[in-house]
């Protein structure tokens, strides 16, 4: 239940969305099994259960859910190889180039229906109360897939990215330089550095400590900040990426122990997960903003 790796985004125009309003614009898009030639389908799955939304605290929960056929290259071109054989055998001459690539053509079509289909799911959450819409994926791919079918399953509640007055790049290079993080926050054991010429090198540091002179002339060469681990209020712990990303979420033992005490069964202990996760991100997410300069309103 808990999100790992978050892209935000913002509600651009005055409008929102309620739950039966979500249901039954999802329930128009489900996901169907990939039929004859299709590579990939897209749908909505179930996020919990056999529940389409989820509902707690005004805060949804949904999921997309995506079935590919596995389909490899060396499969493919293992059958091409063997028909390739086969005519030149029979026609006494080298298949060319054209004849070859519709072959692959022709090879492809007839092993899909065969392949193999594997579904992923992507969550995400909507607030309708603050604005967010927080997808937990780990590539910026997967997160705009999901917010593309999901503004094509629910036109007028448009939702575009995060942006802030202050750059997190800009940011972050002055929380370290100054040793002072944001209000609420600190300042943890992981960074990566980098050069804005073009050689972009970059440097990183995992569990080190990072005061000190030499990161100091690193920044004072003009490398700076792309990532920088952080905890909130002791109590979720992140790595901030130069895209506004929040990476590696973890949420600390003192939240995750008051809903293994206070549900009962597997249902319970889901629904007070989402409600704690929810609670505790949003307040994070609007002391993340203020502390780069404020959002950016959208025209």
């Excluded at 090879?107 to 967010?132: I, S």
């Excluded at 990532?227 to 929040?246: A, C, K, P």
């Amino acid at each position: 239940m808990w999100f790992k790796n978050t892209f935000i985004y913002r509600l651009v125009a005055d409008s929102t969305i309620t739950h039966d309003q979500l249901v039954e614009k999802l329930s128009l898009k489900p996901l169907l099994p990939c039929s004859g030639l299709d590579k990939q389908s897209r749908g909505w799955v179930a996020c919990h259960g056999d529940k389409l939304v989820h509902h707690a605290n005004n805060q949804l929960l949904f999921a997309l859910g995506v079935e590919q056929k596995l389909l490899p290259a060396t499969i493919i071109n293992r059958f091409l190889k063997e028909r390739v054989i086969e005519i030149e055998a029979q026609q006494g001459y080298k298949v060319g180039r054209k004849e070859k690539k519709e072959l692959k053509e022709a090879v492809t079509e007839e092993l899909l229906p065969r392949a193999f289909a594997l579904q992923r799911t992507t969550y995400a959450w909507l607030d309708p109360v603050n604005g967010y819409l927080v997808i937990d994926a780990a590539s910026s791919s997967k997160a705009e897939e999901l917010l593309e079918f999901f503004n094509k399953s629910i036109e007028g509640v448009p939702f575009k990215q995060l942006h802030t007055n202050v750059s997190a790049v800009s940011a972050m290079t002055d929380w370290l330089a100054s040793g002072n993080a944001p209000s609420g926050f600190t300042i943890d054991r992981e960074l990566e550095l980098r050069a804005a010429g073009e050689s972009k090198a970059t440097i990183r540091y995992a569990n080190h400590a990072l005061e000190g002179d030499e990161i100091m002339k690193h920044i004072a060469a003009g490398k700076r900040v792309t990532r920088l681990g952080m905890t909130w209020n002791d109590r979720i712990s992140f790595v901030l990426t130069e895209q506004m990303q929040i990476k590696r979420l973890e949420f600390l033992d003192i939240i995750k122990e008051d809903s293994t005490t206070l549900a009962e069964d597997a249902d319970e202990i889901f629904a007070l997960d989402f409600t704690l996760m929810t609670g505790e991100l949003a307040k994070m997410l609007a002391d993340l903003t203020n502390a780069l300069g404020g959002e950016i309103p959208h025209n």
